[in-house]
Nanobody, 124 residues
Framework: QVQLVESGGGLVQAGGSLRLSCAAS????????MGWFRQAPGKERESVARISRSGVSLAYADSVKGRFTISRDNAKNTVYLQMNSLKPEDTAVYYC?????????????????WGQGTQVTVSS
């Protein structure tokens, strides 16, 4: 079992940047494919970015392509989400999640472990 803790959220103006971190404990992160998800008030949780267990394969939601970058440092047991050119519509609680599959699926049901989330608020 792995425990996930997100950090790095906050309040930022439109056009600004934030880097989210997801630190794992209990088990090595290299055993999992990872995903970042977000949930805005009144909306369903959605996939933002995904990275395979090896770190070779990446995928992004169309809404964040070219602005967000997911990466992982298995030696530090941490996954990151670099968010640039932030927009007010990026405002949400951001969650990281771990999947026992080799490739991180877009469907939430394939993720076994979730962090508690970190709030990102982008002001216009």
């Amino acid at each position: 079992q792995v425990q996930l803790v997100e950090s790095g959220g906050g309040l930022v103006q439109a056009g600004g940047s934030l880097r989210l971190s997801c630190a794992a404990s209990g088990r090595t992160l290299s055993s999992y494919a990872m995903g970042w998800f977000r949930q805005a008030p009144g909306k369903e949780r959605e996939s933002v970015a995904r990275i395979s267990r090896s770190g070779v394969s990446l995928a992004y939601a169309d809404s964040v392509k070219g602005r967000f970058t997911i990466s992982r440092d298995n030696a530090k047991n941490t996954v990151y989400l670099q968010m640039n050119s932030l927009k007010p519509e990026d405002t949400a609680v951001y969650y990281c999640a771990a999947s026992t599959t080799a490739w991180a699926p877009v469907d939430l049901k394939f993720y076994d472990y979730w962090g508690q989330g970190t709030q990102v608020t982008v002001s216009s």
